[in-house]
């Protein structure tokens, strides 16, 4: 089984070939790099492995939640190569991703993954690993208040991701009288396209594809613009676009 | 050459598939006015969104329509800029990737080359060198045209687009977004002469514009017949804004003729001074019927010819992307492998190429 796996989600820009379970892969730290960066990893990998498109089953990518314009681009690249190629597509949540990046660095199987949403909020959702090698829900992924985030009943979690980093007060401050014990702290964690491959290869097998067009970003925070109210003739006379990209 | 054009600076996904022999062979558009008319302006976020929901569905669409398969394609081209950062990434994401994948060159576009290149689309193309007066919702210019990629600029407006004072105006005058056709339909049902705006910059040498007085003008002129309406009881039944139909109406077409008239009052000083035969018209605004045929009769007084794209390719599409991105891949110009966007990219900064 071969799959192409790319993520541009967060600070990270990675790509990651999965040829029957060996993973190679790219990855770079790059803040607003991705749209320069990633085709190039992409092309690198294939000629490293000797590999045509046409030898791939699949591709994958991280889906978000993450950066707006970071999800879209690796949703993007996504659509176009699956498109050109006729390939299936497996979305991989990037909150999930940090589960497996996780659970290769530490081998822990109960993680509590955030990632900085800005405008002081985080991505959340908690994650347990199954004995069928499958990552499993706990708590849904959303996006909420580091202060009000909703947690497991109990257990010893590893919490990973840059929500932690940002947030660590307010959300140790939350767990405190909760039956949740913290084993480990991982608050610069991030998603990369190797986890995504390997989370993919998993999805493979279970048939789990979706086609080119519906590759699409999952945002997670979708109120992104508020309806004016009637304006005034000189709020008119200013003004054309209304901003509200982050 | 077969190219494949995408278009995503703003609120239009654009697709087409451009064919150096046979012209156009098919065109999809889908339309983001519905989503941001309730927000009253376009929201970036939101357009962004919407272009990666539709950019492949459009893409399929466009192909099969031409009858053609994805691997005789020979080329893509896309906008590069300048735009809504967002909504360019969206479909510069897909175009770029998409050829490579097919193992084909892209080639990045400019949005207002586009634009400007859009007349040559139709039957009978301008040859170079021509004027060339664009005027859409974000710019309003006049270049001279030598060939593809030699542009000099030769006025600009200083503040507003005439496109975003039409869209302004329209919006005062309770017309809706987009403004620029809503206005021109109200116009039609008006009277000359009830009211006089005045042609800004028309009186001052150069060839720059200046729009943004006019909507001050218009809304100073809404108040006041307001507030005689209000005096003198009116018959007719009053908007929100105190006006009626007809005064909407008079205003419209007084805002329009005021325009027009300073458009094609340096049009015709550029034309002069450039001793030009050829005046191209493209962008948004040049849909406009009252536009055509006044500059229609100024370029025939001095016994040059007027061109403008179809109506359909006047606003955003992806026909003048594959166009232009067509006559630049057949020039040898392709782009490395990266995904490029850019919100500001200056149209004297481009490349220029040789016709032959
Ligand atoms: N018939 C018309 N009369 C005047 N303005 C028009 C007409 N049709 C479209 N427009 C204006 O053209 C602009 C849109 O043109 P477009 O070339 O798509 O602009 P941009 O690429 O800058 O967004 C809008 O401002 C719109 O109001």
Same mark, same amino acid.
């Given at each position: 089984? @071969?799959?192409?796996?790319?993520?541009?989600?967060?600070?990270?820009?990675?790509?990651?070939?999965?040829?029957?379970?060996?993973?190679?892969?790219?990855?770079?730290?790059?803040?607003?790099?991705?749209?320069?960066? *990633?085709?190039?990893?992409?092309?690198?990998?294939?000629?490293?492995?000797?590999?045509?498109?046409?030898?791939?089953?699949?591709?994958? =990518?991280?889906?978000?939640?993450?950066? =707006?314009?970071?999800?879209?681009?690796?949703?993007?690249?996504?659509?176009?190569?699956?498109?050109?190629?006729?390939?299936?597509?497996?979305?991989?949540?990037?909150?999930?991703?940090?589960?497996?990046?996780?659970? @290769?660095?530490?081998?822990?199987?109960?993680?509590?993954?955030? *990632?900085?949403?800005?405008?002081?909020?985080?991505?959340?959702?908690?994650?347990?690993?199954?004995?069928?090698?499958?990552?499993?829900?706990?708590?849904?992924?959303?996006?909420?208040?580091?202060?009000?985030?909703?947690?497991?009943?109990?257990?010893?979690?590893?919490?990973?991701?840059?929500?932690?980093?940002?947030?660590?007060?307010?959300?140790?401050?939350?767990?405190?009288?909760?039956?949740?014990?913290?084993?480990?702290?991982?608050?610069?964690?991030?998603?990369?396209?190797?986890?995504?491959?390997?989370?993919?290869?998993?999805?493979?097998?279970?048939?789990?594809?979706?086609?080119?067009?519906?590759?699409?970003?999952?945002?997670?925070?979708?109120?992104?613009?508020?309806?004016?109210?009637?304006?005034? =003739?000189?709020?008119?006379?200013?003004?054309?676009?209304?901003?509200?990209?982050? | 050459?077969?190219?494949?054009?995408?278009?995503?600076?703003?609120?239009?996904?654009?697709?087409?598939?451009?064919?150096?022999?046979?012209?156009?062979?098919?065109?999809?558009?889908?339309?983001?006015?519905?989503?941001?008319?309730?927000?009253?302006?376009?929201? $970036?976020?939101?357009?962004?969104?919407?272009?990666?929901?539709?950019?492949?569905?459009?893409?399929?669409?466009?192909?099969?329509?031409?009858?053609?398969?994805?691997?005789?394609?020979?080329?893509?081209?896309?906008?590069?800029?300048?735009?809504?950062?967002?909504?360019?990434?969206?479909?510069?994401?897909?175009?770029?990737?998409?050829?490579?994948?097919?193992?084909?060159?892209?080639?990045?576009?400019?949005?207002?080359?586009?634009?400007?290149?859009?007349?040559?689309?139709?039957?009978?193309? $301008?040859?170079?060198?021509?004027?060339?007066?664009?005027?859409?919702?974000?710019? #309003?210019?006049?270049?001279?045209?030598?060939?593809?990629?030699?542009?000099?600029?030769?006025?600009?407006?200083?503040?507003?687009?005439?496109?975003?004072?039409?869209?302004?105006?329209?919006?005062?005058?309770?017309?809706?977004?987009?403004?620029?056709?809503?206005?021109?339909?109200?116009?039609?049902?008006?009277?000359?002469?009830?009211?006089?705006?005045?042609? $800004?910059?028309?009186?001052?040498?150069?060839?720059?514009?200046?729009?943004?007085?006019?909507?001050?003008?218009?809304?100073?002129?809404?108040?006041?017949?307001?507030?005689?309406?209000?005096?003198?009881?009116?018959?007719?039944?009053?908007?929100?804004?105190?006006? #009626?139909?007809?005064?909407?109406?008079?205003?419209?077409?007084?805002?329009?003729?005021?325009?027009?008239?300073?458009?094609?009052?340096?049009?015709?000083?550029?034309?002069?001074?450039?001793?030009?035969?050829?005046?191209?018209?493209?962008?948004?605004?040049?849909?406009?019927?009252?536009?055509?045929?006044?500059?229609?009769?100024?370029?025939?007084?001095?016994?040059?010819?007027?061109?403008?794209?179809?109506?359909?390719?006047?606003?955003?599409?992806?026909?003048?992307?594959?166009?232009?991105?067509?006559?630049?891949?057949?020039?040898?110009?392709?782009?490395?492998?990266?995904?490029?966007?850019?919100?500001?990219?200056?149209?004297?900064?481009? $490349?220029?190429?040789?016709?032959?």
């Amino acid at each position: 089984m @071969k799959i192409l796996a790319i993520d541009t989600a967060t600070e990270a820009c990675s790509a990651a070939l999965s040829i029957d379970n060996e993973v190679i892969t790219r990855y770079q730290l790059a803040p607003r790099e991705h749209s320069r960066l *990633i085709l190039k990893m992409i092309d690198r990998l294939m000629c490293e492995a000797e590999l045509s498109l046409s030898a791939l089953d699949a591709l994958a =990518f991280g889906q978000g939640p993450g950066a =707006f314009m970071g999800i879209r681009i690796a949703a993007g690249v996504t659509q176009g190569i699956a498109y050109a190629r006729d390939l299936p597509v497996i979305p991989v949540s990037n909150l999930m991703a940090i589960a497996e990046v996780t659970r @290769k660095q530490t081998t822990a199987e109960h993680v509590l993954c955030a *990632i900085d949403a800005r405008m002081k909020e985080i991505y959340w959702a908690a994650y347990q690993y199954n004995n069928q090698g499958e990552w499993m829900e706990v708590i849904d992924e959303c996006v909420c208040d580091p202060q009000t985030m909703i947690y497991p009943e109990h257990g010893r979690w590893t919490a990973a991701g840059t929500g932690w980093a940002s947030y660590i007060d307010s959300m140790t401050d939350r767990l405190k009288n909760s039956n949740i014990e913290i084993e480990t702290l991982l608050p610069a964690c991030l998603p990369s396209a190797a986890a995504i491959a390997r989370i993919a290869c998993h999805n493979y097998q279970h048939g789990r594809m979706v086609n080119a067009e519906q590759a699409q970003p999952v945002y997670l925070r979708n109120n992104v613009a508020s309806k004016p109210r009637q304006k005034t =003739f000189m709020a008119l006379l200013n003004g054309n676009t209304i901003s509200s990209e982050s | 050459m077969i190219v494949l054009g995408i278009e995503s600076s703003c609120d239009e996904t654009g697709i087409a598939v451009y064919s150096s022999e046979e012209g156009l062979l098919a065109h999809a558009l889908h339309s983001q006015i519905a989503l941001h008319a309730e927000y009253g302006g376009v929201v $970036p976020e939101l357009a962004s969104r919407d272009h990666i929901r539709y950019l492949i569905p459009l893409i399929k669409q466009a192909l099969a329509q031409a009858g053609i398969k994805k691997k005789t394609l020979d080329g893509v081209a896309y906008t590069a800029g300048p735009g809504l950062i967002g909504a360019l990434m969206s479909g510069a994401s897909v175009a770029r990737s998409l050829a490579w994948a097919l193992d084909i060159p892209a080639v990045e576009v400019h949005h207002m080359e586009g634009h400007l290149l859009a007349p040559m689309l139709e039957a009978r193309p $301008p040859s170079f060198p021509f004027l060339a007066l664009l005027v859409s919702g974000g710019h #309003t210019l006049l270049a001279d045209v030598k060939g593809i990629g030699q542009y000099a600029l030769l006025g600009q407006s200083l503040d507003d687009a005439a496109g975003e004072a039409f869209d302004k105006t329209a919006k005062l005058l309770g017309l809706g977004y987009p403004g620029g056709p809503a206005l021109a339909a109200a116009a039609k049902q008006g009277h000359a002469g009830y009211y006089h705006f005045p042609r $800004p910059m028309v009186d001052r040498p150069g060839l720059d514009f200046s729009f943004s007085g006019l909507k001050t003008y218009a809304l100073n002129t809404m108040m006041k017949q307001a507030e005689k309406n209000l005096a003198e009881t009116v018959e007719h039944p009053l908007n929100a804004q105190g006006l #009626t139909e007809q005064n909407v109406a008079d205003i419209a077409l007084a805002f329009e003729q005021a325009a027009v008239d300073t458009l094609v009052v340096k049009s015709q000083r550029a034309l002069i001074q450039q001793h030009c035969q050829r005046l191209v018209i493209a962008g948004g605004v040049s849909a406009n019927l009252r536009l055509r045929e006044q500059m229609g009769q100024m370029v025939k007084k001095h016994h040059a010819e007027l061109f403008y794209p179809a109506v359909e390719f006047c606003t955003d599409n992806g026909a003048m992307i594959a166009l232009a991105g067509c006559l630049r891949l057949q020039a040898g110009q392709m782009q490395p492998l990266e995904i490029a966007a850019r919100a500001r990219w200056s149209m004297q900064a481009l $490349p220029s190429i040789n016709q032959t």
